[in-house]
């Protein structure tokens, strides 16, 4: 038997979509920017003033696992959107590959990667784009009628989606007379009539006030626990990507800052711009009990309550503050340390630590 080697960058044969060095670089002569390492080096600002050119998308590598969340994340103008437009080459990626499904789309025609925009991905924009002469219940089972499928089963589908999503009732209305909260239902129905592999977001929920942007965040969740679709979503708001996403792919002038779960972001920042990114998470909310235990002091008792690794700094809190011992951290019989309310307090009011 050969040995197997183990390399850390080889990536999972079994994701969904796997994306390997890729660039998107906009400006004359593009091409040579991924291929030459003294450009490839350069920052933004001197990258531009050597070549006129922008890298939106630098050397990106990651997997995204079937049913996964995974949200992409950055400030404005750091590549997002070109980054989810270059999954479906909706926009050429200059260099790199990807892999969806075990198929090379970089090496896929017009009219194959058209048939996979229509059948396997679905994309909900920002600003809906929702046809304004088409009633809810048209707009939705538009995709299906490109798809060529019968009036019945076009409705059929629809209606099936209009109920997911809570608009029933609002068939036959058209998108004028809906709020955005309702607009972007239809936006989310009419991505999921197709029945697709993948739900790929574009910053759906920016245009919407701050309360119709959280029902409409729940939504999702809600969603993806009843249809288990993978989805990739964009968006700048921390908050957001915490409440949604599996894993964060952090992202700053076009490449990768830090790929993790929301807890690794926050509980162990990759850097400085991580960090203050992270900055005025509510910790408690987000850090599970793995992110504080400590190992036990000898002399401390080991029969206080038990609670699992993955149960949120928050919801441990009034147990621990009230335990007269200390908490067992356990997973699968084995102690993984221990916290008493030093720990707690060091993270749900780290101002008072001092006075513990
Ligand atoms: N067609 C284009 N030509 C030249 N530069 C572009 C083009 N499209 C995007 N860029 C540049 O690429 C960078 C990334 O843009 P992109 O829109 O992907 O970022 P973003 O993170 O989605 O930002 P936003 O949240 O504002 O949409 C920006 O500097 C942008 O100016």
């Not at 933004?44 to 994340?73: I, K, N």
């Not at 679905?122 to 798809?147: A, T, W």
């Not at 068939?171 to 309702?182: I, T």
């Amino acid at each position: 038997m050969t040995a197997q080697l183990e390399y850390p960058e080889v990536q999972d044969s079994n994701a969904l979509l796997s994306i390997q060095g890729l660039w998107k670089v906009f400006g004359p002569k593009s091409q040579r920017v991924p291929r030459r390492p003294d450009l490839a080096a350069l920052d933004r600002a001197a990258l531009y003033s050597r070549t006129g050119c922008t890298a939106a998308v630098r050397d990106l590598s990651f997997d995204v696992a079937p049913g996964e969340v995974f949200v992409v994340m950055g400030l404005s103008g750091s590549g997002k959107s070109t980054l989810v437009r270059c999954l479906t080459r909706l926009i050429e990626p200059t260099a790199g590959s990807l892999i969806f499904e075990g198929e090379d789309l970089r090496a896929a025609d017009e009219k194959r990667l058209r048939a996979l925009r229509r059948s396997k991905f679905s994309m909900v924009f920002q600003h809906f784009g929702l046809l304004p002469h088409r009633k809810v219940i048209d707009n939705v089972s538009y995709g299906l009628e490109i798809r060529g499928e019968s009036r019945p089963d076009r409705r059929r589908r629809a209606q099936e989606v209009i109920d997911l999503v809570g608009l029933a009732g609002n068939e036959h209305l058209y998108p004028e007379q809906l709020s955005g909260g309702m607009q972007q239902r239809v936006g989310l129905a009419r991505a999921l009539a197709n029945d697709p592999d993948v739900l790929l977001f574009d910053e759906p929920f920016s245009a919407l006030d701050p309360l119709i942007r959280r029902e409409m965040q729940t939504e999702v969740v809600r969603l993806h626990r009843e249809v288990g679709k993978t989805m990739v979503f964009v968006t700048h708001d921390l908050s957001e990507a915490l409440k949604l996403g599996d894993r964060i792919l952090l992202m700053r002038d076009g490449a990768a800052v830090q790929l993790g779960t929301g807890d690794e972001l926050v509980g162990a920042p990759a850097d400085d711009y991580v960090r203050e990114f992270v900055r005025d998470v509510q910790r408690a909310d987000v850090l599970t009990l793995r992110w504080i235990a400590r190992a036990p002091r000898p002399d401390e008792p080991l029969d206080g309550p038990e609670l699992g690794p993955d149960v949120l700094v928050r919801e441990a809190t009034r147990l621990v503050l009230e335990a007269d011992r200390p908490v067992k951290v356990v997973s699968n019989g084995t102690l993984l340390g221990v916290i008493d309310d030093e720990e707690i307090l060091a993270v749900v009011a780290p101002s008072h630590k001092k006075h513990v």
